[in-house]
Nanobody
Framework: QVQLVESGGGLVQSGGSLRLTCKAS?????MAWYRQAPGKQRELVAS???????NYSDAVKGRFTISRNSATTVAYLQMNNLKVEDTGVYYC????????WGQGTQVTVSS
């Protein structure tokens, strides 16, 4: 069973930045970040697959950057120019997603 541990969240003002880290107990290959805003369903925000091809939701494109280590056991999400609507709990997982969810990391953006 894969263990996923997210960290790096916090409280930040609008326009600020945060860097999230996800550590997996084994190599995942494709990796992705998801978020769940209060009262909403969890959504995919960024993914990285294959040799490093990345994809982003329209809501975060141009502001967020996903990356990972070569072993595909650690994923990062650099979040810049944060907006209030980015508030939520952020999770990492595979692309489907196919693993049990970790506890996530809370990101709160204040105006």
């Amino acid at each position: 069973q894969v263990q996923l541990v997210e960290s790096g969240g916090g409280l930040v003002q609008s326009g600020g930045s945060l860097r999230l880290t996800c550590k997996a107990s084994r190599s995942l290959g494709h990796m992705a970040w998801y978020r769940q805003a209060p009262g909403k369903q969890r959504e995919l925000v960024a993914s990285i697959i294959g040799g490093g091809l990345t994809n982003y939701s329209d809501a975060v494109k141009g502001r967020f950057t996903i990356s990972r280590n070569s072993a595909t056991t650690v994923a990062y999400l650099q979040m810049n120019n944060l907006k209030v609507e980015d508030t939520g709990v952020y999770y990492c997982n595979g692309l489907r997603p196919q693993y049990s969810w970790g506890q996530g990391t809370q990101v709160t953006v204040s105006s």
